[in-house]
T-cell receptor, first 112, second 113 residues
């Protein structure tokens, strides 16, 4: 079983829709949770960074962590065609060196 | 502009050949990383370096080698021992503190001829 599970999609939505992207994980030691956005053939860029349970909002993006369920989500409001990309969740245990465990990524397509 | 530069963007390897991927950063970051990305899979750590002249194996180091002679540079060599080298390779860096965010380069696509 993978430590981090993420549905690869693809997920296709109309412009303006609310998008929900999710990851589940098995290791309760994970404490730091990140979402990266990756355009085709480019390097990932950090979108959201959260610690422990709760919500964090940044513009149209909201990251949610539920440690009791080992489940994290990224919500995108008013989705735009420019949001079309692969979204990768990543997490680490904290302490020591910075070893991130990545999900496989969910491919999102927002059509006009 | 501060950032991470990977070159070349595309690289082709012949059977039995070693190839070297370049990664340079001007962010003054102490830590640097190499990841491999295959279609439908998450990023997997090949090697990482937390300081100059020191590096550690990641989860899939077999068939790869690295050096860290300068803070700015962390080249990756894909050796002939790596039997399935076709993948997208990503270099990243961070300040080296625990739980730090990673900043990625734009990647190198390596293919076998």
């Amino acid at each position: 079983q993978k430590e981090v599970e993420q549905d690869p999609g693809p997920l296709s939505v109309p412009e303006g829709a609310i998008v929900s992207l999710n990851c589940t994980y098995s290791n309760s030691a994970f404490q730091y949770f990140m979402w990266y956005r990756q355009y085709s053939r480019k390097g990932p860029e950090l979108l959201m960074y959260t610690y422990s349970s709760g919500n964090k909002e940044d513009g149209r993006f909201t990251a949610q962590v539920d440690k009791s369920s080992k489940y994290i989500s990224l919500f995108i409001r008013d989705s735009q065609p420019s949001d079309s990309a692969t979204y990768l969740c990543a997490m680490n245990k904290g302490g020591g060196y910075n070893k991130l465990i990545f999900g496989a990524g969910t491919r999102l397509a927002v059509h006009p | 502009d501060g950032g991470i530069t990977q070159s070349p963007k595309y690289l082709f390897r012949k059977e039995g050949q070693n190839v070297t991927l370049s990664c340079e950063q001007n962010l003054n970051h102490d830590a640097m990383y190499w990841y491999r990305q295959d279609p439908g899979q998450g990023l997997r750590l090949i090697y990482y370096s937390q300081i100059v002249n020191d590096f550690q194996k990641g989860d899939i180091a077999e068939g790869y080698s690295v050096s860290r002679e300068k803070k700015e540079s962390f080249p990756l060599t894909v050796t002939s021992a790596q039997k399935n080298p076709t993948a997208f390779y990503l270099c990243a860096s961070s300040r080296g503190l625990p739980n730090e965010k990673l900043f990625f380069g734009s990647g190198t696509q390596l293919s076998v001829l």
